[in-house]
């Protein structure tokens, strides 16, 4: 972006660059457009068929939110979902053993860590269980995805892009200068839909001409609230001299625990812009009566993850139907002033 640029930034420049950044409406699940999680859904005649929905971490509002989505395709498709929590190894290996001890004929999994992948793979054929990876995919031991294990995730980088793009057109709005405006990016590089995430977020950044050696990195030694707040806190000790910041991360969590660490050290809205991603565990933050410096998130579809992976998987088991090797979804952009109203259109809340 032009220097010249940088003081006049419109609205209608920021919805363009927002739509360039490929944060777009997520087009709604041919199956599901109506239906919310919590409305009942017509329940099928019960085909007998067993799959499964295994996630990394069941406390987390997005994980939570998949699987009423899933569960709204078993009442669909009547097919008996089997849930199950797996934050290590161990625990995933023997959820799939859960699994075919109770006839289940395939499952979806956001795996504990991508490396398990092979393992994972592995057991599922053994088995004999279809398998569908949802939100991280699986790496082998070189560090590359699996290519050949069936995966639905987002448009990481596009949806970090407009994160960073987002972030930067806040800053003008809000004349900070460069000099006093630092940039916390709460990094996870183990995962690779959050590396992409972050780095997506960091190039529209500099992209927009804000200074590379005033974005600062903050590596998460686990990927929930407390890690991002430790990882934080780190970085605004080293950095006291910054006046205003500005918060990305893998997700809404990474930045609230960044956004409570600013709070620790007296900094508040007028000082502070973060902006998440999943647009589902920042709800209670948007609830609050006054605002905090968690200004907005990418709200992915928890249903083209939940409903639609459960649906494909049903498709694969019953009628012999292959999902696509490798689906992405996209996100939309909600704050404060406007979530309830999307929420609702998304079916996620009535
Ligand atoms: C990863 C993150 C989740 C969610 C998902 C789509 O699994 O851990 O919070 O962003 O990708």
Known sequence: ???????????????????????????PAAAATAAAPTAAAPAATP???????????????????????????ARENGFE??????????????????????????FVVCTPDPKLGPAIAA??????????????????????????????????????????????VEMQLRGWKDEDTGVCVVTFDELDTAKERTDGAT????AGTFPTSRIYRAPQKTSDIPGALDAASILLTQHAEV??????????SAVLGA??????????????????????????????????GFFASVLLSAQQHGHN???????????????????????RIIHRNDFRAILKEEGIRN
């Open 309 to 331: 992976t459960a649906q494909m998987l049903f498709d694969w088991v019953k009628n012999n139907k292959e999902p696509a090797l490798d689906t992405r979804t996209t996100g």
């Open 243 to 252: 006046k205003h910041w500005l918060i990305c991360g893998m997700n809404d």
């Open 47 to 73: 085909t007998g068929i067993k799959l499964g929905f295994i996630v990394k971490q069941p406390e987390e509002t997005w994980f939570q939110l998949e699987r009423k989505f899933a569960e709204q395709a």
């Open 1 to 27: 972006m032009n220097q010249a640029l940088k003081p006049l930034l419109p609205f209608g420049l920021l919805a363009a660059l927002l739509l360039a950044a490929g944060c777009s409406k997520p087009k």
């Open 203 to 206: 190039e529209a950044l500099i």
């Open 123 to 168: 057991k599922a054929a053994a088995q004999n269980l279809k398998l569908i990876a949802v939100d991280d995919r699986f790496v082998g031991a070189d560090g590359k995805p699996l290519e050949n294990v069936h995966y639905l995730g987002i448009s990481a980088r596009k949806i970090g892009q407009s994160v960073g793009t987002a972030l930067y």
């Open 259 to 292: 956004v409570r660490a600013t709070e620790g050290r007296g900094f508040s809205d007028k000082d502070v812009v973060g902006i998440g991603i999943n647009g589902t565990d920042c709800i209670p933050e948007f609830e609050k009566s006054k605002p905090t």
């Open 81 to 106: 979902l089997i849930e199950l929590g797996a934050p290590d190894g161990e625990k995933v290996l023997s959820a799939i053993d859960t699994l075919a001890a109770n006839g289940a004929k395939g």
